[in-house]
């Protein structure tokens, strides 16, 4: 099929609503990455995601809802703390994990018997939302398994020819995907951490960090959100989490083999011709923005490895951490 690539504007927003009501699915920006769009309420709709994305059915998508009142036809079971959360953080990137009435597909949510529901900070994908008057199922918009998107170009590679229509609303200001939480007895639980960070999130109740945030799962392992037990975030070059100084850091790309073509991502200095630094960035914010880019980038230009220094794990830097691992697929060289 052909893929139209179209800039946001008033014109493009009825015509997405047109291809979303027909049950079609829609590139959208978000302040996070690029979503991948379709009606949540269709599960037609909703097998075309996962088609298109190659995404593995048990993996469940969050709800993108455009005004408040939506999540009520998600969910009849909003606590006092959620309402709270929502009106701090909505819209902005926070998704929490809710009880799902029945007439939500159970596709949507990958089988299980909860929906995973936000509302977007970005005015066109709201207003579009709202135009449909239904709640958007929408992933990050790559192939399952690679980097997730930080700009129309980045989906364009990945979803060209599987969907109809990819609108470019910019690169993404977040950089990383939102922060996912539940509800454990009065407690709020960081499944997947984001821009709302642990820190954030105290202010409101006590936050436990699951184990599945920096830590590999063994099989057995009980998993609360079924996205982290899958491999994740990776560009085809094998990635390595380097821990140490600067000055060590700098020793341990100097001593590698000229002849490997690689990348790094650091803040530091340039190398010789053999090693090409990528844009990182000084403050975890930074590095949220360019993390996901600068992966994508190591392959376009046909690295084979890319050596990234350990990040930051306050704040935003937590959820920098995560995705790391998972692109690194765990390694990490300790200097
Ligand atoms: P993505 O769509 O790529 O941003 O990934 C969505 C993330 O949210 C995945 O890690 C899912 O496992 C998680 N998620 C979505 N819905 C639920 C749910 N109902 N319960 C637990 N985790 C969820
Ligand atoms: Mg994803």
Not at 286 to 293: I, P, R, T
Request: with cysteine.
């Amino acid at each position: 099929m052909e893929t139209l690539l179209v800039k946001a504007s008033d014109e493009q927003l009825v015509k997405a609503a047109e291809y979303l009501a027909d049950g079609e699915v829609v590139a959208v920006p978000t302040e996070t990455v690029y979503g991948l769009a379709a009606n949540a309420f269709e599960t037609d709709a909703v097998r075309k995601i996962f088609a298109a994305k190659g995404r593995p059915q048990d993996n469940p998508l969050i709800l993108h809802i455009g005004n408040l009142d939506m999540l009520y036809s998600i969910t009849d079971e909003v606590s006092e703390l959620a309402l709270k959360l929502a009106a701090d953080f909505w819209p902005g990137p926070l998704t929490m994990i809710f009880s799902r009435k029945d007439s939500v597909p159970s596709e949507t949510c990958g089988g299980l018997d909860t929906a995973a529901v936000r509302m977007p900070d970005n005015d066109f994908t709201r207003r579009l939302i709202e135009k449909c008057g239904f709640p958007l199922a929408a992933p990050s918009a790559n192939t399952s398994g690679l980097p997730s998107p930080t700009s129309a170009d980045h989906v364009f590679s990945d979803m060209n020819g599987k969907i109809p229509m990819i609108v470019d609303g910019g690169e993404c200001s977040c950089g990383v995907e939102s922060t996912v939480i539940c509800f454990d007895n009065g407690k709020i639980r960081v499944l997947r951490p984001g821009a709302v960070t642990p820190e954030m999130l105290c202010e409101y109740a006590e936050v436990i960090v699951d184990n599945g945030v920096l830590k590999q799962l063994s099989a057995d392992e009980k998993v609360m959100s079924p996205g982290m037990k899958y491999k994740h975030y990776s560009p085809d070059a094998d990635v390595f989490i380097v821990k140490g100084t600067n000055e060590q850091f700098a020793c341990y790309i100097n001593s590698l083999d000229e002849s490997e073509k690689k990348a790094v991502l650091w803040d530091g200095t340039d190398f010789s011709d053999s090693v090409t630094v990528l844009p990182y960035g000084k403050t975890s914010a930074e590095q949220a923005e360019n993390l996901f880019s600068s992966l994508r980038k190591a392959d376009e230009l046909g690295c084979d490895k890319v050596y990234v220094k350990m990040p930051d794990t306050s704040g935003i830097g937590l959820a920098v951490y995560n995705r790391l691992l998972r692109a690194a697929g765990f390694r990490i060289i300790e200097l």
